[in-house]
C-alpha cells in the first residue's frame, strides 16, 4: 500500500480501529442482521482475517487515525 502511496504522490490517511474483539463482533453481528450489505461475514470469518492483522508500525510511515470507540 505505501508504495502506491508514494507512486502517487498523495496525502493519505489510514484508519485504524483501536477497539475489543467483542465490540467489533457485535457492530458485525449487528450489520449482519441489518441485511443491507451484499455478504455477510461470520464470526469464523472475522477471527480468521483478524488472525493475520498486524497494526502499521512508525516505520511505515503513515499517516494513521486511529479510532477507539
Known sequence: ??????????????????????ICKRRLQERNEGGKHPFQV???DYDLFTSYFVPPGPSEGFNLVVHTS
Open 42 to 44: 461470520s464470526e469464523a
Open 1 to 22: 500500500m505505501r508504495s502506491l502511496i508514494n507512486q502517487a504522490e498523495v496525502a493519505h490517511e489510514l484508519h485504524l480501529l483501536d477497539v475489543p474483539d467483542m
